[in-house]
């Protein structure tokens, strides 16, 4: 490619890149790190007052969060490929990468409500203590987002069926793709400050 | 889609991030898992995977690009960074010099 060729790409990319900036769902989810992090915080400052009731120690499974982990990894780059797909204009090979990150997003949430559940059976219920106060909290606001994300995931796989690839719907797959990827980094911030360090 | 842009990133782009994240990841759990390390320098290994790995999904995955990205998002991130320093820092400080003054 000369250099000419290569500096008339670039600015398409440019141009490109700026159209699809999304400041304003940016700002959302910039809105949506600040709760997180208070989240964090909250737990943070929680986290020993168990009043002598059950800990992370007992209570978490590194197990469970380990899958956790690696279902919410694999969804995060199987949306990628989704994306992939969809520039590529391949509205099958779209779909298709959509439905298997819904499949493990499902997989995700469904771990997550049966701790929850067995804990809650177990006695250790948002109720208990302060620490596990803020953990349903903190972790429980993830899996909501996760949930909506979920719903979200399916009304555009409709509209990637119903109407194609047209220019609205690749608009939204790609503020989709931000906020999935995004909670795939709260998550980063869950097992390492909520689910690890108990378990030490 | 073989064009391996910075902007939008490409298969190969994503597998890296996948890859990198991984390492990131197994390493932490495989030392709680194990119990290799002493708990303090567990801890610190966590914070220093997490962080790494948060910047290898934004790099990776939400392609975020010092040089591609509109400035405003940029500015956007800068700004949540500080708001985030102000209320988490100033909340542990208080919250902590509380419990110390509590005799706790």
Do not use: C
């Amino acid at each position: 490619m000369s250099v000419a060729a290569a500096e008339a790409d670039r600015e398409a990319e440019r141009a490109e890149v700026h159209e699809q900036r999304a400041l304003g769902f940016w700002l959302y989810l910039m809105g949506d790190a600040v709760i997180f992090s208070l989240l964090f915080a909250t737990y943070a400052v929680m986290v020993n007052n168990s009043d002598g009731g059950p800990t992370g120690r007992t209570l978490f499974s590194i197990r469970n969060a380990g899958l956790e982990t690696i279902l919410l990894l694999v969804s995060s780059t199987t949306f990628g490929f989704a994306s992939l797909a969809m520039r590529a204009g391949s509205r099958a090979e779209t779909m298709s990468w959509l439905l298997l990150t819904f499949g493990l997003g499902l997989a995700f949430v469904g771990l997550e409500m049966r701790e929850f559940y067995g804990m809650v059976q177990a006695g250790a219920g948002p109720d208990r203590s302060g620490f596990l106060s803020a953990f349903f909290t903190l972790v429980g606001t993830h899996g909501l987002h996760v949930s909506i994300g979920l719903v979200w995931i399916l009304i555009l796989a409709g509209q990637v069926m119903a109407k194609g690839l047209t220019a609205p719907v690749t608009s939204r797959l790609f503020r989709l793709g931000l906020f999935w990827h995004f909670l795939d980094i709260a998550w980063v911030g869950i097992f390492s400050i909520v689910y690890l360090p108990g378990l030490l | 889609m073989e064009r391996s842009t910075t902007g939008h990133g490409s298969f190969g782009s994503y597998l890296i991030g996948f890859v990198l994240a991984v390492i990131l990841s197994a390493i932490p759990f495989y030392l709680v898992y194990t119990h290799a390390l002493p708990a303090q320098q567990t801890l610190l290994v966590i914070g220093v995977a997490a962080v790494l790995q948060i910047l290898v999904h934004l790099r990776f995955f939400l392609h975020l690009n010092l040089a591609l990205t509109p400035r405003e998002n940029l500015l956007a991130i800068a700004f949540t960074a500080i708001l985030v320093f102000i209320m988490v820092g100033g909340s542990f400080w208080i919250m902590f010099d509380l419990h110390y003054r509590m005799g706790g």
